[in-house]
């Protein structure tokens, strides 16, 4: 794949990279949140049906403007927020679920158009982690493969999956929350499908609040960068809407997964826990584990590995001294590839 670096030299790359820094922590004087309520709930046992028993997502559909600026004053995003309160009426495994993500939320590459990006590709240590200690070198990282990456923020700054699209021929299905951080995404053109939502912590469609100013979060998930939250004070959150991983996966044709990236500030315990195991392909895991039960209440790091455990796949840490991050590989990967990691291997019976 051909792609055109933008940066010259070493000033230019720290430049960009400061101004990455200060757009992704707005002040809050920079942003017109909407004020929306969260009890938009339904009655869905009311609801009427056609014949094909489909509901109308569109009834009580409500909009939202949504205007950011970056510490300049210039807008960087603009647009309208739709909810739309019966679409958490349908099941994860409701095709019609599937068919309005298919046709309403989905971003598709300009296939026209090469890759692009800001800065010089760096090497992420997941990533190296995942070449090294799962398939054992890049001359045996399979080519072609398929990713999914959530919490992808710009599709450039710290992405873990940018490298194996460049070097590896990989292409895939980046997700991100943030508006701002998702139209960065959008300039890239990666070679992805790319989902403006945040995943569901239910197995239906339901809505949360997104906080954009990670130091008002509290306790020791402060520090952390924009994310879902269930805090007190929500004069810094904005409600989204948030779809199942597994009904944007069903939507795109679920398709094997050779790394699924989690990185979602704390929610990744309650993400995990919708997926149906015996429904998808996914054989890696690059999962986000230290904020786990600190920013939303509910589970910790070493239950995500007991989870993870009980549905068929094994543990190894990643490298880092900071223990943030955990890889899980599925049973069969680890004898494929005879995976042993680096500090800890598991027997496999």
Known sequence: M??????????????????????????????NLPLIAIDDAVDCDSIKKDFQGRIDINENMRDFGLTLYDQYGKI????????RPNLNCLDQEDRQLWEFIKSKLLQLPRQDQPLFIAQPI?????????????????????RGGFYLEAGSLDGELQSVTLELEI??????????????????????????????????????PHFSHFNFFPSSRTGEGKGAMPGLSVEDDLSNTMEMQCLPVYSILAAIGNPKINIFVLDVEG???????????????????????????????????????????????????????EHQNDMFVRKDIVKKYRVSGIYRAKTIL
Not at 3 to 28: E, Q
Not at 170 to 199: D, H, Y
């Open 267 to 321: 929610a990744e315990f309650h993400i995990l826990r919708t997926i149906p195991w015996s429904k998808v392909d996914i054989e890696i895991l690059t999962v986000e584990t230290n904020l786990v039960g600190r920013v939303i209440p509910g589970g910790s790091q070493e239950e995500v590995r007991e989870y993870m455990e009980s549905v068929g796949y094994i543990w190894f840490p990643h490298r880092e001294k």
């Open 76 to 83: 960087i995003v603009d647009e309208k927020l739709y909810f």
């Open 2 to 31: 051909r792609y055109y670096p933008r940066w010259r030299n070493l000033l230019l790359l720290v430049v960009i990279l400061t101004g990455l820094f200060s757009l992704l922590f707005l002040n809050v004087r920079d942003i």
């Open 167 to 204: 070097e590896f021929g990989w292409k895939g299905l980046l997700v991100e929350a943030n508006p701002q951080e998702f139209r960065s995404g959008l300039e890239t053109n990666r070679n992805a499908i790319m989902v403006n939502t945040c995943l569901g912590l239910k197995q239906h």
């Open 122 to 142: 760096v090497k992420n240590d997941q990533t190296r982690d995942i070449i090294d200690l799962v398939y054992g070198g890049p001359t045996k990282v399979p």
